[in-house]
């Protein structure tokens, strides 16, 4: 079970509580019980204090009965405190011997429970010297304990109902300052809550928040951010398919039906099917290299990879390009090796997609470097010539979906502007980037696959 | 050669069948899962062509169903251009797979490609008109003429040879010269096919290598 965090955060405070006051019960209790052991200690020292020079003056038998009337006034009449004097000699006794205290006892603090009362006493003996006829004695006083163990259980009981109800409100007080202090929080949620696809550019407002959650909201808006960034892109590049099946399609209303508008011969049928049959490869062809982009974006990875040496791989694109390039007077040179997994018919289809973007923005007689060089954990692969510069803020679109440098559509159908944004999908799918850069006239562009 | 359709949608159906009478196969066409199974079980087919999306009983099921029984090839058609249809499809026993959309001339050539399977016969010497071509020493003739090819103009040459009279799509061309197989866009066939011609056709009179706009080349004497 989940729980939230005021309820959370409350059932701490009480645990908190728990302890805290639990703590300072045990050692208030022991402080008190210390307390009353010395009292009790003061009060039985005080009293043989107080008769111990009547004993030690007294030797003789005939006025031991001053000391016994001594004693017998000093007995309160609840019969908390009692005195006993034990000897070898019967004549110097005081109380009931019954108790057992013999001469052997030593002296010091010590607990007893009278015959029959079953009240708790404690005792404090001492020897007394013998004088004159009186041998050695000693005298015992005895205090009831039971007030003072009253007091212990009262304290106890009123410090464990003390510190239960004041669990209960830290409990309680945890929970309401929890909520009180999780407000920001709900109003964030609150806010979040409100944000929807029709009003794209809404971001939280981070001024109100405290600095733990304005961290979070700043995250969160740059989640927004990206999110808005590729929503706009997933519009524009459904605006974009719109647009490029749209020539083709015109064409293949327009054309067929001004083809049956009229009687035709044979031969200008079968002259606008076959203009039919050139826009509908043509659809063909964006349509599968949309399906191809929209299988890489779902994280479609390269299966069938074999380990190659990349320059050999590229030797084969250039071969297959071989008329292209002398046809456009141009020459690759392939610069480096390396060997690294791929899947051979995708590496190809992206070099070849680098290789005639190359071509296109190269002069007659122009050299077209291929480079393979180690780049990070991976290898790079990059196409190089010499061309126009590229604004830098243009260089990272230039993967995206039917980005033109000239944002005129050229209607030829040798290209439909996917071309290198199925190089960024090869990339992706090889565990690589892209990466392209302009300087001094060089215009790269290339990928990487992990190695 | 006797060929099974099973293909719910009426046009495709319709086209396929009359485009494959056409190449000369007999045709048999089921609109349903259900049929498709019975007739793949009760007759004996040269090839069949098993769409995965069908009523009744999809593609998938007919061809496990079908395996259990017998070994006919298979090409899968997919509309769902998914790998796991793929795989599914291949692990179920397909032969061979076709994403729509797909070109007819490309599964003709896979057609071929199945029912030809087997009986590969080599053979040394091609002829189409007075053009010859032998394949072992790798040249080439008109007229008696040499014609002085390259490697790649002569393996152009060989594969639209071999396949003489049929039409062959530029992917299929590119695949077989030059073993490459991604739509690309370079018109590299188209180059390649214009510089072979400039040797091939354009001294002599007759013209064997013919443009079929839209679809692809083919070699034949006309």
Redesign the interface.
């Known amino acids: 079970m989940k729980l939230s965090i005021s309820r959370r955060l409350a059932l701490m405070f009480a645990a908190t509580g728990f302890l805290v006051f639990t703590l300072l019960g045990v050692v208030l209790h022991g402080i008190l019980d210390r307390e009353l052991l010395r009292s009790q200690r003061a009060e039985l020292k005080a009293r043989v204090d107080l008769y111990t020079p009547l004993i030690q003056k007294n030797g003789d038998p005939a006025r031991w009965h001053l000391v016994q009337s001594k004693l017998d006034a000093a007995i309160p009449g609840d019969g908390r405190a009692r005195y006993w004097i034990v000897g070898d000699d019967p004549r110097f006794r005081y109380g009931e011997t019954t108790q057992g205290f013999g001469a052997a006892q030593g002296d010091g603090y010590g607990e007893l429970e009278l015959n029959g009362s079953g009240k708790p006493f404690r005792t404090l003996s001492r020897s007394i010297g013998a004088t004159g006829e009186r041998p050695a004695v000693r005298l015992v006083a005895a205090l009831d304990q039971t007030p003072y163990r009253e007091t212990l259980r009262v304290f106890t009981i009123a410090l464990a109902g003390v510190s239960l109800a004041a669990m209960l409100l830290v409990a309680l007080l945890g929970h309401w300052i929890a909520r009180f202090g999780l407000r920001p929080l709900e109003r964030l949620s609150d806010e979040a809550r409100a944000l929807s696809p029709s009003k794209l550019a809404q971001r939280l407002h981070q001024s109100t928040l405290p600095p733990e959650l304005s961290e979070l909201a700043t995250a969160f808006n740059g989640a927004l951010d990206r999110l808005e960034s590729a929503y706009q892109q997933l519009e524009g590049f459904n605006a974009d398919v719109a647009h490029e099946l749209r020539t083709p399609l015109t064409n293949l209303i327009g054309q067929t039906q001004v083809a049956l508008s009229r009687e035709r011969g044979a031969g200008d049928l079968e002259?606008v099917?076959?203009?039919?049959?050139?826009e509908?490869?043509r659809?063909?062809?964006i349509?599968?290299?949309m399906?191809?982009l929209?299988?890489a974006d779902q994280g479609?990875r390269a299966?069938n990879r074999v380990e190659v040496s990349l320059a050999q791989e590229i030797g084969?694109t250039v071969?297959?390009?071989?008329?292209?390039l002398e046809?456009a007077g141009v020459q690759v040179r392939v610069e480096g090796d390396a060997r690294a997994l791929v899947e051979k018919?995708?590496f190809?289809?992206a070099v070849?997609?680098l290789l005639?973007n190359a071509v296109q923005h190269s002069e007659r007689g122009a050299e077209i470097v291929a480079e393979i060089a180690p780049r990070g954990d991976g290898i790079l692969v990059a196409v190089h010539n010499h061309g126009t510069p590229i604004p830098d803020e243009q260089l990272p679109r230039l993967f995206d979906r039917f980005y033109r440098l000239d944002s005129a559509r050229s209607g030829s159908s040798?290209?439909?502007g996917l071309?290198l944004a199925i190089v960024r999908a090869i990339a992706t799918m090889h565990g690589g980037q892209v990466v392209a850069t302009s300087e001094r006239g060089v215009n790269r562009f290339g990928f990487t696959v992990a190695a | 050669m006797k060929l099974l359709i099973v293909e719910d949608e009426p046009k495709t159906s319709a086209y396929l069948h009359r485009g494959l009478v056409e190449q000369g196969y007999a045709v048999d066409v089921a609109q349903n899962g259900i049929d498709g199974r019975h007739l793949a079980l009760e007759f004996d087919y040269d090839v069949i062509v098993l769409d995965v999306m069908l009523p009744g009983l999809d593609g998938l099921a007919v061809l496990r169903e079908l395996r259990q029984r017998k070994q006919t090839p298979v090409i899968m058609l997919t509309a769902r251009d998914r790998i796991d249809d793929r795989v599914l499809g291949l692990q179920a026993g397909a032969d061979d797979y076709l994403v729509k959309p797909f070109s007819f001339l490309e599964l003709v050539a896979r057609l071929q490609a199945l029912t030809r399977r087997g009986r590969n016969t080599p053979v040394a010497q091609l002829r189409v008109g007075d053009l010859e071509i032998d394949l072992f020493a790798r040249k080439a003739w008109r007229d008696g003429q040499r014609l002085e090819l390259t490697a790649k103009e002569f393996a152009l040459l060989a594969a639209l040879a071999r396949r003489q009279g049929e039409i062959l799509s530029k992917t299929v061309i590119a695949e077989l010269v030059w073993d490459v197989n991604f739509d690309s866009d370079a018109n590299v066939v188209e180059a390649a096919v214009k510089r072979l011609r400039a040797k091939l056709d354009d001294p002599f009179p007759q013209k064997l290598l013919h443009t079929i706009r839209g679809m692809g080349y083919v070699l034949e004497a006309r």
């Open positions: 002259e099917l076959q203009s039919n049959l050139e509908l490869e659809l063909r062809a349509i599968n290299d399906l191809f929209a299988r479609l299966s084969r071969d297959y390009l071989e008329v292209l046809d018919s995708l190809g289809r070849t997609n005639i040798s290209n439909h071309g």
